[in-house]
C-alpha cells in the first residue's frame, strides 16, 4: 500500500489528548501526518515523521479532522424561504411548515431527490465535513420514507428513520394509527435502510407516550436510539433519551437542572444545532451550562429547508463559540470528536493512528480563524478516506 507523507502542517489538531499540547484537542506544531490507504499510519513532529512512497507538502497551514455533522434532513425538496422571512419578522417557528417540505418530498422523483442531495453534500464536503448523518422524516408515508432512506445511503452509512417528525395531515384526526403505521409496516421498510431511530418529541410532534412507543418498536428492530427534544419547549425529551440509552438528544433549548443532572450522569451526547437557533430566533441552547456540568457537547448543522438551511460546520462553529459559551477549542472538538461520539464512532472525528483519514486543511495557520473569521472560506481542502475530495 501506498505511504503519502504530508508535511507543512504549520498546526495539527488531532482531537486526541495523549499528543502533541496534552489540551483536548491534542495539538501538534510542526507536524505531519502519514496516510497509508483510508487510513491515518502516523502523527507526530515533521522533524520525525518516517519516510514515504510520495510527499505532499502544504506550505504551512493548519489541519483538523474532518467535521462529523452528525444531524442533518438532506434529502428533501423545495425551499421554505418566505416561512423564513415571516419569523425574521417576528412570527414564531413551531415546525408547522414541515408538511410543506413533505408535499415537495413527495412529488419529487427519486433522481431529483439524489441530485440534490448530491448538491448539498457537495457543499458540506467543500467546507470540511467528512461524515454527514441523514435523517428521512419528509416522507411520513411508507413507500416515500423509505425512498429517502434509499437515496440517503448512497451517501452515508449513518442513516436515520424519523418517521415519527410529525402527524402528515392525512392522519391529523387519527394520531394513533399514524404511530401504529410508524411502529408497523413503516419500520418493517425502513429499519433494514436504517442504522438510527428518531423521534421528533416536542410541542407540536411527539408528546411522551408516542416517542416512548416509536423508540421502543426501533430497538426491538435493533436500531441505535437517538431523539430530537426539548427544542421548542420543556419537555420528557431528555428524561426519555437518558432511558433508553440514546446516543444523543438534540437541539436541547431548554433544559432544567434535573435534565442537565441526567445527562452529565450517562453518556448521551447533548446535539447542539446553531444553524437551527439562528434561522429560528429561539434562544440559543446553553452549551456553556451543559459543558461546566460535565456533558458530552456536539455540534452539528440540522440541515433542513426549514429550521436551519445551513450545510457549513465552521459557521455553527462560530455562532456556538459568539451565542453558546463554547470556547473556540471546545467548539471545534464538538464539531469533529463530539460528532463522532454522538454516533457512537471511534473511527473518525480525530487525527490518530489508525482512524479514517478524514481531514481539513484550512486556509490559516490556526484553527482559532474558523470562529475568529465567519463567512470565510478557510478551508482550501478535505481528504475523506485518505484521498481529496
Ligand atoms: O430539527 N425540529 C424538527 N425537525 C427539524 C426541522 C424540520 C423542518 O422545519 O422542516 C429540526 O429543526
Ligand atoms: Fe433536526
Not at 143 to 160: K, M, N, Q
Not at 165 to 175: G, Q, T, W
Request: proline share 4%; hydrophobic share 45%.
Amino acid at each position: 500500500m501506498t505511504a503519502t507523507l504530508i508535511t507543512g502542517i504549520s498546526e495539527l489538531v488531532t482531537c486526541d489528548p495523549s499528543q502533541g499540547d496534552g489540551s483536548p484537542l491534542g495539538i501538534v506544531r510542526d507536524a505531519a501526518l502519514v496516510i497509508e490507504g483510508e487510513r491515518v499510519a502516523w502523527v507526530g513532529e515533521a522533524l520525525r515523521a518516517p519516510a514515504a512512497d510520495a510527499c505532499v507538502d502544504l506550505g504551512g497551514h493548519a489541519v483538523i479532522p474532518g467535521f462529523v455533522d452528525s444531524h442533518t434532513h438532506l434529502v428533501f425538496a423545495g425551499e421554505r424561504s418566505v416561512e423564513w422571512a415571516a419569523r425574521m419578522a417576528g412570527e414564531p417557528y413551531t415546525g408547522g411548515g414541515i408538511a410543506t417540505t413533505v408535499a415537495a418530498t413527495r412529488a419529487a422523483s427519486p433522481e431529483e431527490l439524489r441530485e440534490h442531495t448530491r448538491a448539498l453534500v457537495a457543499q458540506m464536503h467543500a467546507q470540511g465535513t467528512t461524515t454527514i448523518e441523514i435523517k428521512s422524516g419528509y416522507g411520513l408515508d411508507v413507500a416515500h420514507e423509505a425512498r429517502i432512506l434509499e437515496v440517503a445511503r448512497e451517501f452515508t452509512d449513518e442513516t436515520t428513520f424519523l418517521g415519527a417528525h410529525v402527524v402528515p395531515p392525512e392522519y391529523a384526526h387519527d394520531r394513533e394509527a399514524y404511530v401504529d403505521l410508524v411502529c408497523g409496516e413503516m419500520l418493517q421498510a425502513c429499519a433494514p435502510l436504517s442504522r438510527w431511530i428518531d423521534v421528533f418529541c416536542d410541542t407540536g410532534a411527539f408528546d411522551e407516550a408516542e416517542t416512548r412507543r416509536v423508540l421502543s418498536a426501533g430497538v426491538k428492530m435493533g436500531l441505535g436510539v437517538r431523539l430530537h427534544g426539548n427544542q421548542l419547549e420543556a419537555g420528557p425529551g431528555v428524561r426519555i433519551a437518558v432511558e433508553f440509552g440514546a446516543a444523543s438528544v438534540d437541539h436541547c433549548n431548554h433544559l432544567s437542572d434535573d435534565d442537565i443532572d441526567a445527562l452529565a450522569a450517562s453518556d448521551v451526547v447533548a446535539t447542539l444545532l446553531p444553524g437551527a437557533d439562528f434561522s429560528t430566533r429561539a434562544p440559543y441552547a446553553d452549551g456553556r451550562r451543559l459543558l461546566d456540568a460535565g456533558v458530552t457537547v456536539a455540534i452539528a448543522t440540522d440541515c433542513n429547508p426549514g429550521s436551519a438551511y445551513v450545510t457549513s460546520m465552521p459557521l455553527c462553529i462560530a455562532v456556538a463559540v459568539r451565542d453558546m459559551g463554547l470556547t473556540p477549542a471546545e467548539a471545534l472538538y464538538a464539531a469533529t470528536r463530539g460528532g463522532a461520539q454522538a454516533l457512537r464512532r471511534d473511527d473518525i472525528g480525530s487525527l490518530s493512528v489508525g482512524v479514517s483519514a478524514d481531514f481539513a486543511v484550512l486556509d490559516a495557520p490556526s484553527h482559532l480563524h474558523l470562529a475568529y473569521r465567519p463567512g470565510s472560506s478557510l478551508v482550501a481542502q478535505t481528504w475523506r478516506r485518505g484521498a481529496r475530495v
